[in-house]
């Protein structure tokens, strides 16, 4: 096994090799150059993702056999030692050979196709200061068929994009989106500046196999620091319409009041879920003056106190990267969380 990496930009499309996964036995073709990741999403199969930047780890494989090449040096973020020992991020790695990849696959969901879409902007609602409740359109009769937990892109000049998490389950008419300003930002500028009602926009989706993994009826710990909100609601309001009895443990943080700019909501889960949905906010900036008395400090380190053993719980964290990241490791480290228990969608900033 062998791994090549070059500073230049990886040449156009050269060869094709066959791509065979383990334990599945799923086999496809992928060409040098293109992302194993892409080559089987091209062939119809569905391998664990989130950012596709390299950055979240998401899809991360083992290779058994076979030459790789890194399409992009400096984004992996695995280490050097997880990379001696055959690990290798699907979204950033291409074949140079024929490859045995010991991975996850994602069942296919029959409906769910990756789309692109143009979509008016039917409303727009300031939640906070700085999040706009996006809501969208696609056009008549072509209603976007994803999952709870996906997400699409945003297509922007340029071929620029950026991603935004679904907040609805899917069925709802509209895509709606939350999103937070980063002032200086490309997207969110125009979102908080000029985008108006009746404005279309085109997106591309649905991406991300995050929430795919909850058909089990472990308790879950449902992590999300700002907008990583979206997903989590979207995934609680489909296992609400289906019934579900799941014990489910919702901790939102944010730095001040503001940032949980649907706590109202999370109330009112917590009051028609007796016993069995559990909301706790978590504010990490919160003056006494502001007369917060619920829980103050790092959203994951409340759940650390609740839950000093966490190995038969599954954990869905959202949002920020370093909160995404301590959850992973700390949650492992002391509460016995299984490494395979942790599912995460980290915002991470898109590259350009
Ligand atoms: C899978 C996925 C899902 C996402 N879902 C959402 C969502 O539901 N709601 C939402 O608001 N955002 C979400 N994001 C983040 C979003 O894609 C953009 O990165 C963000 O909105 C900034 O875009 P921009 O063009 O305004 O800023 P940019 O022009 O990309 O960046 C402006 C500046 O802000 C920094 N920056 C960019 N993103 C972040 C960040 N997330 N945190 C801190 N600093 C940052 C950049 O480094 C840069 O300095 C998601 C990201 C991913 C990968």
């Not at 990490?284 to 400090?297: E, F, I, L, M, N």
Request: glycine residues 8%; negative net charge; aromatic residues 6%.
């Amino acid at each position: 096994m062998l791994d090549i990496a070059e500073d230049r930009p990886v040449a156009a499309a050269l060869r094709a090799h066959a791509i065979t996964l383990f334990p599945s036995g799923t086999s496809f073709s992928a060409q040098e150059g293109e992302s194993v990741l892409d080559a089987a999403a091209r062939a119809g199969v569905l391998l664990p993702h989130q950012c596709k930047t390299g950055s979240c780890g998401a899809c991360q494989a083992r290779v058994l056999i076979g030459e790789t090449q890194l399409l992009n040096p400096g984004a992996s973020a695995l280490s050097a030692e997880d990379a001696a020992q055959g690990l290798r991020l699907l979204c950033c790695t291409s074949a140079r050979s024929a490859l045995q990849l010991e991975c996850a696959e994602i069942p296919h969901i029959p409906g769910i196709e990756v789309r692109k879409l143009p979509v008016r902007v039917a409303a727009l609602e300031r939640l906070a200061s700085d999040v706009i409740r996006l809501q969208l359109q696609p056009p008549a009769g072509q209603r976007l068929h994803y999952a709870a937990g996906q997400y699409v892109d945003m297509l922007l000049p340029g071929n620029r994009r950026r991603s935004y998490s679904l907040a609805t389950p899917p069925g709802a008419d509209l895509l709606e989106l939350h999103i937070r300003h980063l002032p200086g930002g490309l997207f969110t500028d125009q979102v908080f500046g000029q985008l108006k009602a009746r404005d279309v926009l085109r997106i591309e989706g649905p991406f991300g196999t995050f929430g795919m993994h909850s058909e089990s009826e472990a308790p879950a710990i449902l992590l999300a620091s700002g907008t990583g909100f979206a997903p989590i609601k979207a995934l609680v309001e489909r296992l609400i319409a289906e019934g579900s009895q799941r014990p489910l443990s919702l901790y939102w943080g944010g730095r001040s009041r503001q940032d949980l700019y649907l706590h109202e909501l999370c109330v009112q889960w917590q009051q028609a879920l007796p016993g069995q949905f559990h909301y706790v906010p978590v504010l990490s900036d919160a003056p006494a003056a502001d007369g917060w008395t619920g829980r103050t400090g790092w959203v994951h380190q409340a759940v650390l106190h609740d839950h000093p053993d966490l190995s038969a719980h599954e954990v869905y964290a959202c949002g920020a990267p370093p909160m995404v990241d301590a959850a992973r490791r700390d949650f492992a480290a002391l509460c016995g969380m299984r490494p395979t228990a942790f599912f995460a969608d980290a915002f991470v900033a898109q590259a350009s």
